[in-house]
């Protein structure tokens, strides 16, 4: 692993804690980390809702790992209303400060390692993990998307960060015009040290056994998405 992040510790300083994970909503409001992940999500609810039909209403449990503020999946519930799907919406944190933030914005939290989820096979309909990944080894990445992989009925989507100096330097410039805190820009740039190629994406994926390829998207953003139902 290259470096820390304050988030790697889920004993850090609960004030600090909850000022990144503001600063992290803001990022990805601002630049992409949001829409990556609904806009591939979006991909699997106009598939349902062409085969139900426009009539048809339907509930589905959507599980995020590493769900910081929730504030992803609460993007993802407000699109999926537009095809006919409401969102149960789970959350799986190690950081007591998140979990308990993020039940305060009405998700349903458990508080858990996301390689050891207590959820049987196929028990969730959509599974997200959006810059999670890169906290992690990279073999010990492979093991949870081949774990997202048997949990998840519809959609399995990970986004995640590409590695770039330019992006480096945006994110840091972006920062302080932002007033965010001296550890969010520290752990900003961090995370994209740790960010991903295509290729190193890609291997990942390959490993863990799953059927699509990685792709980039705007702010320097890699996601990769599937249906282990249809594979």
């Known amino acids: 692993m290259i470096g820390t992040e304050l988030l790697d510790d889920p004993r850090a300083d609960p004030i600090l804690v909850g000022r990144e994970l503001r600063d992290i909503a803001r990022l990805n409001a601002l630049f992409g980390g949001t829409r990556a ?3 591939e999500l979006e991909r699997f609810f106009e598939h349902r809702k062409r085969e139900t039909g426009d009539g048809k209403r339907e509930t589905w449990t959507l599980l995020d790992v590493g769900t910081g503020l929730g504030d992803i999946p609460r993007a993802a519930a407000a699109a999926a209303r ?8 789970l959350g799986i944190e190690l950081n007591r400060t998140a979990a308990r933030l993020a039940h305060a914005g009405e998700l349903t939290m458990i508080l858990a390692d996301g390689g050891s989820l207590p959820l049987a096979p196929r028990s969730m309909d959509a599974i997200v993990a959006s810059q999670v990944l890169h906290h992690l080894p990279r073999a010990v990445a492979v093991r949870w998307i081949a774990a997202f992989d048997r949990l998840a009925r519809h959609a399995v989507v990970l986004a995640d960060l590409r590695r770039s100096r330019a992006a480096m330097a945006g994110v840091w410039a972006a920062s302080v015009g932002l007033a965010m805190s001296g550890v969010t820009r520290h752990d900003a740039v961090m995370s994209l040290k740790r960010g991903y190629t295509k290729a190193e994406f890609d291997d990942m994926l390959r490993q863990a056994g799953v059927p699509t390829v990685a792709r980039y998207r705007r702010g320097a953003r ?3 998405a599937w249906s282990p ?3």
């Open 37 to 39: 992940v609904v806009r």
């Open 82 to 89: 537009t095809y006919g799907i409401t969102l149960r919406l």
């Open 222 to 224: 890699i996601v990769a």
């Open 229 to 231: 139902s249809t594979a």
